[in-house]
């Protein structure tokens, strides 16, 4: 079942607008653009959602199996500098699709 750009990108915002709880696998792990290692239970207990609008570019998905699909894209907010992400999506029958791990790599100012 390999989901869509669409799907992914759809479930990307949820996760900006807060919905940790239902789209973060047990074991999800972040590298975030700080540098820092976050864990699920750190991201639920200290990230707040999201704020100001998330511009997207260069957005690719690739299925790697049939319940693994790789989301990369290059992604900027107002006053921050851009960063390329990637995320690893896992599949399963009870819970649809999950965050599984997340990267922010910083892009180096011009």
Request: overall charge neutral; proline content about 8%.
């Given at each position: ?81 851009a960063a390329w992400r990637s995320s ?19 892009v180096p100012a011009p």
């Open positions: 079942m390999s989901p869509t750009l669409d799907t992914l990108l759809a479930l990307e915002d949820r996760l900006a607008a807060g919905e940790y709880a239902a789209l973060l696998h047990p074991e999800f792990l972040e590298f975030g653009q700080s540098g820092r290692r976050w864990t699920r239970a750190e991201v639920m207990a200290e990230l707040p959602p999201a704020t100001g609008p998330l511009t997207r570019t260069e957005c690719q998905v690739h299925a790697l199996s049939s319940s693994l699909a790789l989301l990369t894209w290059r992604g900027q907010r107002p006053g921050r500098p690893l999506w896992a599949h399963d029958a009870q819970h649809g699709w999950r965050l599984r791990f997340h990267q922010a790599t910083p």
